[in-house]
């Protein structure tokens, strides 16, 4: 079971020309304008709470970069409920966990999919320390190796308002795509979830409202995105 009570799905694959795989593309496109010019290569996806369609939104938004000639790595950084690799049917016996602890190399425990230009990097196995393992320098220096090998890294955490983890892993991150949600979160916990992550030089990059039938939002802090239907 992933955390959002469903299975990730893969919608850019599975229907590469439909509404809601558009919807990636441009948030893609999206990202690379709210960058303002500055390179971004490690890209966190968080959210408030589960059940928001993080997951989701990290792969597909993976795929998209992928289905751009990108070499991709999306990385499990939920060391707590991990997903990613059991929606590419993907072992997750060893992985970011193992490698943070030196039990493993990156080169043995990245996976490439079925998608080309699209690797994976599961959690591994689930530690009893995870905020502490994703802010040691062993995560640091990880990234930045994995950065002179991969165009973009897509990272999935858990949600922020539970742990510390997706705050961690923000700040070492070029920029944040939070998700949110319509009529499951409120908009006091996104501001507060937007604050938390700014308050550790987290830079956010926009946001995906998902659920809904409304287009684009613009707020006073983030750009929205909203894409119809039910996609956790």
Partial sequence: MSR???KPRQIAKANP???VSESYKKLRTNIRFSSMGQAVKVILVSSAVTGEGRTTTAINLAISYA???KNVL???ADLRRPSVGQAFFRSSRTGLSDILIRQSMPQDTIQQTDIAGLFVLP???VPPNPSELLGSEAMRELLEELKEQFDVIVVDSPPASSFADAQIVGAMSDGVVLVARSGKVTKEAVRRTRLGLEHVGAHILGAVLNNTSRGIVESNYANYYGYGGDHT
Wanted: glycine share 14%; net charge negative; no cysteine.
């Fill in 17 to 19: 020309g439909s509404s």
């Fill in 67 to 69: 289905q751009e000639n």
């Fill in 4 to 6: 959002d009570n469903s």
């Fill in 123 to 125: 959690a591994g196995t």
């Fill in 74 to 76: 999306l990385l499990d």
